[in-house]
Nanobody
Framework: QLQLEESGGGLVQPGGSLRLSCAAA????????IAWYRQAPGKEREGVSC????????TYSSSGKGRFTVSKDHDKNVAYLHVNSLEPGDTAIYYC??????????????????WGQGTPVTVSS
């Protein structure tokens, strides 16, 4: 059973950057597409980026395009989300998700097989 664990969240000032990690256990990420979602207080969960099984294609939502970069390291069995130029509106719990499927152009997965527990990101001065 694939298990995912996010880390790297925290408090950051506007304009700052973070690298979020998604470590996998019980399975190999080279067989999974990985998507990053976020859920802000009082809002629905939204996908922000997705990277293909092979790691050679990534897609982004309008929220993530231009400021977020998703990647995978199959040797370390970890996926990453680099988030730059953070804004208060990026404050949310960030989750990674996995499924053996194709990413959607909207920066998410058509369905999720495995979720992590989330890592909180707070953007505030």
């Amino acid at each position: 059973q694939l298990q995912l664990e996010e880390s790297g969240g925290g408090l950051v000032q506007p304009g700052g950057s973070l690298r979020l990690s998604c470590a996998a256990a019980g399975g190999n990420l080279e067989y999974y597409a990985i998507a990053w979602y976020r859920q802000a207080p009082g809002k629905e969960r939204e996908g922000v980026s997705c990277i293909s099984v092979d790691g050679d294609k990534s897609t982004y939502s309008s929220s993530g395009k231009g400021r977020f970069t998703v990647s995978k390291d199959h040797d370390k069995n970890v996926a990453y989300l680099h988030v730059n130029s953070l804004e208060p509106g990026d404050t949310a719990i960030y989750y990674c998700a996995a499924r053996r499927t194709l990413c959607r152009d909207s920066g998410d997965l058509p369905a999720v097989g495995h979720w992590g527990q989330g890592t909180p990101v707070t953007v505030s001065s």
